[in-house]
């Protein structure tokens, strides 16, 4: 009798990389396929699927690789365990930027054997992707694919005046390009970028970047805005301004002044030594702001850690890189403790074991979203661990 193998994912543009891998999978014996679920999609994505679930499953059916397929009845990452805990297959098959350790230990709990597939395309093709089909259609996951987002990378919550009033200090940016799929409610500033979106749907406006920071921030903190929050203006600075970025703030929204840094030895050093690990988004019920404990003490110890940062990464020092971008996050989550609730500690945990990452810190308010690593070396990294998403900086160049 055939093995029955398993494999999952979305599978909502599909394109002959799906076939070929499909065709790969099967090669292990008779092939089961997993479908995520609209719900699932929209909830960990971020955003609705092109082909609604009943549509995709009829398709992914008629492929003949496929001895059936179903719609994953589960949530999250894993969504896919009620339909592997129904079929029982003896292996389950995944593409290298889709394996992870917690679908390896799925397997090794059931007793299956776990393949991992580099992505390849069929002799004579070209390679796809769904990212960058999409990308080509200009319908990205959160808009056009040309318009950047940002990374923090010391100085969270010190744009918020009700911080810095405490004691001022330096907020921290990094404008990436958006060479990954930019999940919603994941810490990088998806709600700024969606804003941007109503007003340059496909690109940002060549002009000032710091002028163009502050219409963006003025536009999406209108007067009129129900919810009576102020985005902190990091998020739009650090989507429009390239290169890494500081800015001052001293008990007001707008920064006093700002210091660029757009060396390409340092942004290169930057690139070989953060990642970015996918952790499930911050829950729509999360308000990372119970139980802040806002002290002096403690919003000096942020400004020092983002000093520490700016004058270690022009050094291009990683062990005192590492250390002041610990120190910052230690410093936020003694501000904001809720930060780390939900997905987050299990991902810190876990990571924080390997000898090659010297630090960490969740992109903007926390709660769930990315997990940002200082790596010795990203493509090593990433190579070892193929969850690892490497960043690129926004060069001035990339308008």
Request: negative net charge; glycine residues 8%; aromatic residues 10%.
């Amino acid at each position: 009798m055939a093995k029955k193998v398993f494999v999952s994912g979305c599978y909502d543009l599909l394109h002959s990389g799906h076939v070929e891998f499909f065709r790969q999978a099967a090669e292990y014996g008779d092939l089961y396929v997993g479908i995520g679920s609209d719900e699932t999609v929209l909830h960990y994505k971020g955003h609705k699927t092109l082909y609604p679930e009943h549509e995709r499953l009829f398709m992914v059916k008629s492929i003949r690789y496929v001895k059936d397929a179903f719609i994953n009845q589960g949530s999250g990452v894993l969504d896919f365990l009620p339909t592997l805990d129904m079929l029982k297959p003896d292996v389950l098959v995944v593409n290298s930027d889709g394996a992870s350790a917690e679908k390896e230990a799925v397997c090794k709990e059931r007793g299956m054997e776990y393949v991992v597939l580099e992505r390849t395309p069929h002799e004579g093709m070209e390679a796809r992707s769904s990212t960058s089909l999409k990308a080509s259609l200009g319908i990205g996951q959160n808009g056009p694919s040309g318009l950047p987002t940002r990374l923090d990378l010391a100085g969270t919550w010190i744009d918020q005046p009700y911080v810095s009033c405490m004691a001022p200090g330096w907020a921290i940016t990094i404008s990436l390009l958006p060479t990954f799929e930019i999940r919603e409610r994941c810490g990088l500033s998806t709600s700024t970028r969606n804003q941007i979106k109503r007003i340059w749907p496909f690109q940002l406006p060549n002009m000032d970047p710091e002028m163009l920071a502050r219409l963006v921030f003025c536009f999406e903190n209108s007067p009129e805005r129900e919810d009576g929050i102020i985005s902190g203006a990091q998020d739009a600075i650090g989507i429009c301004i390239p290169g890494l970025c500081r800015h001052y703030y001293d008990n007001h929204f707008w920064p006093e002044r700002f210091e660029h840094c757009n060396d390409k030895r340092v942004l290169d050093w930057l690139e070989n030594h953060i990642c970015l690990i996918p952790m499930d988004p911050r829950s729509p019920d999360c308000n990372v702001t119970t139980g802040k404990d806002i002290t002096k003490e403690k919003v000096q110890r942020l400004a020092q850690a983002a000093d520490d940062c700016w004058k270690a990464i022009l050094d291009m020092d990683f062990g005192a890189f590492a250390q002041a971008y610990r120190a910052s996050f230690n410093a936020q989550t003694s501000l904001f403790p809720a930060m780390i609730q939900g997905c987050v500690q299990p991902f810190i945990d876990r990571y924080s074991q390997y000898a090659d990452v010297h630090a960490w810190k969740m992109p903007g308010a926390g709660g769930g979203g990315y997990l940002a690593l200082v790596v010795e070396d990203t493509n090593t990294f990433c190579q070892q661990h193929p969850e690892g998403i490497p960043i690129h900086i926004r060069r001035s160049e990339n308008n």
